[in-house]
């Protein structure tokens, strides 16, 4: 079984064009003063036409090497490749590296300038002034170069998963081992654990309190959070990618708050948040060119690593951005998974091998998968799923017929994710109308926190940090 | 087909034993002030333990997944598992990874002793009357972060290449690639690209030569030569691991010539070599479990991974440690294989699939392999093999009977690789004998060559930097 590996011709001038027009904004900002962030939105687009091509070219060469998936919502089962986000990940982690010079450029303009204190009293009056705050201090370069390693890590760990099957168990620690690149630089070169604490607890904690090590423990937490959470937000064409890819634009429209011409300026968080977008633009381009391809009726699959690795950039940028309540914010729909499947996860309710909506070849819709409780459930089980039920929560069949123990039995539920549950709530519905929904749930979810996190964020801190 | 991939009660009670030694001098470090250097030999022991473990624990699972390939030079020619390599640079990287605080403790001594000016100062001063010297300065550890950045790409890199099999030509560029993180670190962070001349050359040149871009260039070609040059001599059981630990071993001999007590102290170039020895000492302990098992009769082979990461580690440590030249002085045995396979690599002669020598199954010994010229050979190249032959660089055989043409006419020469040349000079031989011997010529030229490099210096440079 082989998959149509070449481009349209279309799709070859404009991937080209693309380019062309990216590598001449690029040289035109070694021209100027070098500003990294045209820069970097520059190197988005090319990083975006480097996948959409490597995607294509390399899918057969997947296929031969093994990594290959049926998709089973579909009456044409054929074989396409699996593990595609690996590809989108090389080329991000290489855009990154080739990006370094733009950000840390000031740096060699002191240098190289001739040398005399002049120059670099004059640079770092610029810097004062906000003129050259897009420019990092040196400094930061430890802490970018500590992020890619730990992208690095979690697509070498998530390459290892997906050629090995390593066990569940195993599994969800891998982010937190992608992540010791990162908590190990911020221990030697910043070291700063304390946090702004709520108005309210202020008479006991006072206005900062030291974390000291839970500090780390947080950290490692929020990235096995953020990265397994999408790993179990999954199973339909696009839903992997498209949730990650709304995530990112709303942290970039975040990022954007702080560095408007409306934001006081320069505002303390600036650098944190050019940091961020450095991150995440070229992340949208690689993703974006993935979701072409992933999206209904999906030519390739995603596999583990990009899940992995869409959530270490979203824990990474909101660690070393220092924004990490607001991206949990942005996480609640995957939070809300993660809660809602806990009860099949932890194996309280029977959890089936697969879970992903059942498909039906007749109407070509998907419609929610069950799972059947062959053994009556524990009383108290059985009632709280019958609550769940009556507040639309879960879809609950019970035993109508029988006397006595079998009265009212609890036979059957829906399964316990998000997607089926969006099954319940709107009946059948086409692959990607489903995956339609789930996004935009992703997004209104996401831009309410963000609203709630500007606005009402006086009621608990005494300032906004915007 | 499986493979044993469970431990013998000796060899865990072994590892256990020095796991738990290096656990406890660890602990010790952080009591006292913290001595990287002791620390660095701690991690090598556990590097060298789980690497062990792990190589006999995943071979099964590799096998499984198609990393496998049959020993060509035994009898019993069973399946045993590929690409082991990769195994041990995931060990070596985490471990690489983990010791960051070590060299790097001194800031965080500073910076949460209480900040006082005072502590700054005597820090400082216990640095400058060399206290302090095995610490790091904090800007290094941008440069040791790029090291490990490029040590990644080159693994990732080379797993893709075990699993696709990527061409030759596009596979010789693979270490220039994943040079690209350490040259542009080295470009924002440092951006020396200038050379110490020889003196014969001084007249025209001066003292100090600014390669200018060019020195980027010869970054790269180093990293070339190194890890193609390590990925060509081999073949034979033990062979790949061994000529790396040889190589090894005398890096770490020369760093120590420059931290010895005899050395004077505090030398400028002593955290270059510190520097160098965190970063091969590690090496040194997965390369030994990888020789324990890789040494004849194999029982696992290393993969190109492991040949690509062997040599980006001398290239790395060469380049970040500042003594390129004496490393290429090490790889002579190296380059020499390169320009005698060159006739071959670049089919001025013919060049069969294979080159390893031939397993003669009667004798149970390696003969040199020969290449057939079925077509008669161009008389300048016919004469040039004959001129090898008379050299004892070449084992040529010609069509002794025939008249005119054919008479003298080259029939067969031995393959162009330097372990045929060795059973060429000394006849059939077991091939842990054969290995043995080309370890030793790698020693040899070795010890030789920094004998020069360190006592003939001054008569090319105006001084040696030792």
Known sequence: MSTSTSLTTTEVYSLLSLSLACVAILANTLQGDGNPLIASIAFSGIA??????????????????????????????TEIPETMGAVCAMVYLFVLIVFIPWPFYKDIVVATSGGGNRDVMQELELVETGRFLHRFPHNKLASYLSALLSLQTIVLLGIGDDLFDI???????????????????????F??????????????????????????????????????????????????????????????FNDALYLSPFAPYPHPATDSHLFSLYLLLPFIGVSLALLMH??????????????????????????????????????????????????????????PRHRLPRFNARTGLLECSRVEFDRPLARPIAEALKLLHRLRLLDVETHDGGEGEEKGRVVSSSNFTLINLWLVWFGPMREDRLALGLLALQAGVGVLGLFVRHRMALLIFTQDNW
Request: charged share 10%; aromatic share 16%.
């Open 294 to 351: 992933n999206w209904f009726p999906a030519r390739v699959f995603v596999g583990d690593t990009y899940c992995y690795f869409a959530g270490m950039v979203f824990a990474v940028d909101g660690i070393l951005g220092h924004f990490s309540k607001t991206l949990i914010l942005l996480l609640l729909p995957q939070a809300f998974n993660f809660v809602y499947s806990a009860p099949q996860l932890f194996h309280l309710v029977p959890c």
């Open 48 to 77: 975006f036409s480097s996948s959409y091509a490597l995607i294509r070219w390399l899918g057969n060469a997947f296929i031969r090497r093994g990594f290959k998936g049926r998709d089973m919502s579909k009456t044409k089962q």
């Open 191 to 252: 070291g700063v654990t304390k946090m702004v604490v709520p108005t309210p607890l202020r008479p006991y904690l006072g206005a900062l309190f030291d974390l000291g090590w839970l500090y780390y423990v947080y950290m490692a937490l929020l990235s096995i959070f953020s990265a397994n959470s999408i790993n179990i937000l999954a199973g339909i064409n696009g839903i992997e990618v498209g949730q990650s890819l709304v995530i990112a634009v709303l942290i970039v």
């Open 167 to 189: 066990r569940w168990r195993h599994k969800v620690l891998i982010p937190a081992i992608a992540a010791i690149p990162m908590l190990i630089v911020y221990f030697v070169d």
